[in-house]
């Protein structure tokens, strides 16, 4: 157990739909990622949050965003989703965002299905 | 930006020989490389990472190598074990940028007893 919680586990849904994923970081840690694997591209980075701010994105598509709270959690919101979404996404957190120390824990992955 | 090319995409060695993959990054700016294990269905999980100031690091059965002139890195795995039968990630990283991890396509490693 890595400490990164993220609910749900397993998401149905149907083209169009919007969904919400979402992660809770270890307990201390400031940075939190979000990653999408899918079996023809790997693990891919989405977008990174330290503090609540945004910090860095990935090849993130305009109809997916996220934000993180106060209480530091992270959500990533899916909308107009269709058939090529479907993918485990995986939220990670590191300490700090010292950035000499980048040691990054995954959560147990959110399996998104879109019919 | 940064590309991270991964071989092997398919590795099956016998238990208790030595299995090796292999890396090469485009970035000259990362400076950080672990490696993730991953099991069917599970998260991924570090295993082993290296800093681009050290030349090797070992961890028991596992090694990574890094070669920042040639942009390769490799994890070595001695004294295989059926437990070790798992895909294995490398990836890339700038500790002082974005620090966003660039994975690797991923090895499909078998352990044959």
């Known amino acids: 157990d890595s400490g990164v919680t993220q609910t749900p586990k397993h998401l149905i849904t149907a083209t169009g739909q919007r969904v919400t994923l979402r992660c809770s970081p270890r307990s201390g840690d400031l940075s939190v990622y979000w990653y999408q694997q899918s079996l023809d591209q790997g693990l891919q980075f989405l977008i990174q949050y330290y503090n609540g701010e945004e910090r860095a994105k990935g090849n993130i598509l305009e109809r997916f965003s996220a934000q993180q709270f106060p209480d530091l959690h992270s959500e990533l919101n899916l909308s107009s989703l269709e058939l090529g979404d479907s993918a485990l996404y995986f939220c990670a957190s590191s300490p700090r965002g010292q950035r000499s120390y980048n040691e990054q824990f995954f959560g147990p992955g959110t399996r998104l299905t879109v019919l | ?113």
């Open chain 2, 1 to 113: 930006g940064e590309n991270v090319e991964q071989h092997p995409s398919t590795l099956s060695v016998q238990e208790g020989d030595s299995a090796v993959i292999k890396c090469t990054y485009s970035d000259s700016a990362s400076n950080y490389f672990p490696w993730y294990k991953q099991e069917l269905g599970k998260r991924p999980q570090l295993i082993i990472d290296i800093r681009s100031n050290v030349g090797e690091k070992k961890d028991q059965r596992i090694a990574v190598t890094l070669n920042k002139t040639a942009k390769h890195f490799s994890l070595h795995i001695t004294e295989t074990q059926p437990e070790d039968s798992a895909v294995y990630f490398c990836a890339a990283s700038n500790l002082q940028g974005a620090q966003k991890l660039v994975f690797g396509q991923g090895t499909r490693l078998t352990i044959n007893p």
